[in-house]
């Protein structure tokens, strides 16, 4: 017991100097803020499923939603995937772009998010700062099945 005890003391102890270390490293190389802790997304949280049989069904469930400003969407891979959430560009309000830009992690491509492949697995859109309008999107791998999702800020 008294050795558990030594042992985290002596592991906080590690990690604040390496926190310490790396923000030190962070400010030289970049000018980007520090990244927030993973934390709930402040607005609304609609959620979509990504569903389908892997080979001639496939859909966002709901295929059209209608969001609060500054609604985060959360996608989930249910079946069927790989899964992924991209936009026609020229489909979203003007201002649109550089909203979901700045609230889309890990893109791939422009306004294309990741792929999901394991089961369960999410994706949020954050739309916070987007323009009221309407934003057309599809699934990259399962456009040719239709896979298209029209979302709303109100
Ligand atoms: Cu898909």
Redesign the pocket.
């Known amino acids: 017991m008294r050795f558990a005890l030594i042992t985290t003391v002596v592991t906080i102890g590690t990690l604040a100097a390496c926190g310490q270390k790396g923000g030190d490293q962070n400010q030289s190389q970049t000018s980007a803020p520090a990244a927030a802790p993973a934390a709930a997304p402040a607005g609304p949280v609609v959620e979509v499923k990504?569903t389908?049989n892997g080979s001639t069904r496939?859909a966002f469930e709901p295929s059209t939603i209608t969001v609060p400003a500054g609604a985060t969407v959360r996608f989930t891979n249910v079946s069927?995937?790989?899964?992924?959430i991209t936009f026609w560009s020229d489909s979203v309000p003007a201002g649109g772009a550089a909203a979901l830009n700045a609230g889309m992690k890990n893109t791939v491509d422009n306004l294309s998010g990741p792929f999901l492949t394991q089961p369960n697995e999410t994706y949020e859109v954050s739309f916070a700062n987007a323009p009221k309008g309407t934003y057309k999107g599809y699934?990259?791998?399962?456009l040719t099945?239709g896979?298209k999702i029209a979302i709303t800020v109100q």
């Open positions: 990504m389908g496939a069927g995937g790989p899964h992924n699934c990259t791998p399962h099945l896979m």
